[in-house]
């Protein structure tokens, strides 16, 4: 049975209990009163979890008749099957946030004891609250476990006055518990007791195959399941005696890959008939989702033992290649022989999951040895043999270190990521730290990241305008809509103050979607004024790079005319080529079926850029401004500007040189017959109104 069913008959047993909206009875009254007496608390409850709310039947010390699920301890102490305990909740990540810690009742301690219903369903909880973090031992809470089994009893006995006999009543399992300790205590002969529990256990349930094991660990710390007892479920009568004769000497699962494993791996209870929800289908590691939960986890239990969390983000290199050239079966073989390398390497405590395609994450526990990490990679490089084929792949890691970095679990993962990208700038086949000190240094970046959104939801950006000259006709063509921020205590900041610190991160796409649409409105101002105008943005290298930029081009102009949208020049980054050239290419294609013109930013300043002159489907060649700015005093400069304007001559492409400051450099361009010219000889970047201002009163010669 899957989560959502297992939920759907839990809330339709809760139902059936007729406890909904109904008037506190003293039955229950008297013990929420004991329970808040004798552990001297703030609050103490009876509740029930409704499908969207917290009710509570029995509440002493609190007002609220109900609060909603998502804020509810509750929801925690139902997935448990003893006491739940939070000591101190403004120093847990699960809810240092949570409303009812922030504000009244001001939780700090929470003990809730799950309560069934007659059927075996959680129901709710009997739970105790205060106000100041407290700590209690397991038989401090007896009374509590004492009491919730007094709830239960109240609830079956109207289980029992109502004779729905469609339930199994808590007292047969009540009656199997006992049995079970009676059998444990009384026999010498484990597996006797264990066959003895099974049977019960299978009767209880309705099953019609099981077993009972041990988790016991190898020398190494590898898990394994040693079975106390087992129904004959896989042998037929043919195999009847191996089944004796596995019965006689033990029986022992050491296979991590199965669903028995991940049971051993994650020590969780899983409940499922499809384990791909939880698990990645392809290497039965934890996805995504489920990575997030045992990260939270993890971290709370570091922060609980004052220990350390290793965060290693690995990125295969050229696993691609390997897709194309050998199809996706080897890649899927090359995915999991990767996947159980880097299990086989971590000890059974660490947590290794794949984020998908071919990112892993590694959770390591208390590394003081740097050596761990290249042992990863020594894993990941062993080579493959899959149909014929011997392949070998290399990863770059990426490593952040908690609580030196005092981040929360998606923060962590983009330090790691970043440290993962400089890897690949170094090389690729290494790892990198996380540059914690330049990072902790940069109080400039933490302060931008902490006021990019209001100033995006409170328009604080604008986008100014610089000209683009025709050096041939001396006319305005166009302008670059380069963006600022017009900060409320820091005045107009510029794209350097905060560009850099946005991007890889949600900030960088809203901002860059902001700047597409912002153009596209202009350019249909300008077509309503019959100005003739192009305009050019620039675009974020990871919002270019991203899987959702072809949407988001789509969606900005997909009420623009045809004809207005080759007046759109996206301005794309040289070096962006160097990330990821396919994408770039098929990105780029993308903006040429949408009708919008591309130019090759910073050109020049990549190793290749022959190649990329040659493969990008670029109409426009912008020099960079460091080799016009000095190209009349530096020879270098000077032969590398008269390269590029032949180059682009030869590949038929626009070219404009950025960084024009004086006449000497705009008359030596205009030699070389370079195509269109901006710099501060003309006009630095001013808001639209002055811009055009400039424009309509440029008489020809610059001023």
């Known amino acids: 049975m899957n989560d959502t069913e297992t939920e759907k008959r839990r809330l339709a047993a809760l139902i059936r209990l007729g406890l909904l909206d109904t008037p506190p009875e003293e039955r229950f009254e008297r013990l929420t009163r004991i329970a808040r007496q004798h552990y001297q608390v703030q609050i103490a409850l009876f509740t029930a979890l409704d499908h969207d709310r917290q009710w509570f039947k029995s509440r002493q010390g609190l007002n609220v008749s109900e609060i909603p699920r998502s804020v509810a301890f509750c929801e925690y102490a139902i997935r448990q099957d003893q006491i739940f305990v939070v000591e101190d909740a403004s120093r847990d990540p699960r809810f240092c946030t949570n409303p009812l810690v922030l504000g009244s009742p001001h939780i700090r301690f929470y003990a809730g004891m799950p309560v069934r219903e007659p059927s075996g369903y959680k129901i709710g909880s009997l739970c105790i609250i205060d106000d100041k973090p407290r700590q209690f031992s397991e038989k401090d809470l007896d009374v509590l476990r004492t009491l919730a089994t007094m709830v239960e009893e109240e609830l079956e006995r109207s289980y029992l006055e109502s004779d729905n006999s469609e339930y199994v009543p808590v007292s047969h399992l009540n009656r199997a518990i006992h049995h079970a300790q009676s059998v444990f205590l009384t026999s010498d002969n484990e597996r006797s007791a264990f066959t003895q529990m099974l049977g019960d256990l299978l009767a209880l349930t309705g099953s019609q195959f099981g077993f009972i094991g041990e988790v016991l660990h190898e020398d190494n710390g590898t898990p394994y399941l040693k079975i106390g007892a087992i129904t004959n479920i896989a042998w037929s009568p043919e195999t009847q005696a191996l089944y004796q004769e596995v019965e006689r000497r033990g029986m022992v699962f050491d296979r991590l890959d199965n669903i028995l494993g991940q049971l051993m791996v994650t020590e969780e209870t899983i409940i499922s008939n499809n384990l791909a929800t939880n698990y990645d289908a392809l290497t039965g590691l934890p996805n995504r989702r489920r990575l997030t939960e045992l990260f939270v986890q993890e971290l709370y239990e570091a922060g609980q033992r004052a220990g350390m969390v290793s965060v290693c983000f690995i990125d295969l290199d050229g696993f691609k290649t390997i897709n194309d050239e050998h199809g996706h079966a080897v890649g899927d073989a090359m995915l999991k022989s990767v996947a159980n390398a880097l299990q086989a390497t971590v000890r059974s405590h660490d947590i290794v999951a794949r984020l ?17 990490y290249a042992r990863l990679l020594d894993a990941i490089r062993q080579p493959v043999s899959f149909r014929h084929h011997v392949l070998q792949i290399s990863g770059s890691m990426g490593v952040t270190l908690y609580p030196d970095d005092d981040a929360g679990s998606d923060l962590l993962l983009r330090h790691a990521g970043q440290a993962m990208y400089a890897a690949k700038e170094t090389g690729k086949n290494c790892f990198r730290i996380f540059d914690l000190e330049s990072h902790s240094s940069n109080k400039k970046r933490v302060r931008v990241l902490e006021q990019i959104g209001c100033a995006l939801s409170q328009q604080q ?243």
């Open 356 to 372: 998908g395609g071919d990112e892993f994450v590694a959770i390591l526990r208390d590394v003081d040895d740097e050596g761990v």
């Open 461 to 703: 950006m604008e986008l100014y305008y610089q000209p683009k000259i025709c050096l041939r006709t001396r006319e305005v063509a166009g302008f670059e809509a380069l963006i600022r921020w017009d900060h409320p205590t820091d005045g107009v900041l510029g794209p350097g103050r905060f560009l850099e610190q946005i991007e890889y991160t949600e900030h960088a796409r809203t901002l860059g979607n902001y700047v597409i649409r912002e153009a596209v409105k202009q350019l249909k101002a300008f077509a309503k004024q019959d100005l003739p105008y192009t305009l050019s943005i620039n675009l974020s290298p990871s919002h270019f790079l991203s899987q959702q930029f072809r949407d988001d081009l789509s969606c900005a102009l997909w009420d623009c005319p045809r004809e207005l949208r080759a007046h759109l020049i996206l301005e794309v980054l040289e070096t962006t080529a160097l990330d990821d050239m396919d994408t770039v290419l098929k990105n780029l294609k993308v903006c040429r079926e949408l009708g919008v013109d591309i130019s090759l930013d910073d050109f020049g300043t990549g190793y290749s850029s022959l190649d990329h002159l040659r493969r990008l489907p670029a109409q426009e060649i912008k020099i960079d401004s460091s080799f016009v700015v000095d190209m009349l005093s530096d020879s270098d400069d000077s032969m590398i500007v008269s390269a590029i304007v032949s180059l682009s001559k030869s590949f038929k492409r626009r070219l404009v040189a950025e960084g024009i400051e004086n006449a000497g450099v705009e008359r030596k361009l205009i030699e070389l017959g370079c195509d269109l010219g901006q710099g501060f000889f003309y006009s630095k970047p001013v808001p639209l109104s002055d811009a055009l201002h400039w424009a309509e009163d440029f008489s020809g010669t610059a001023n």
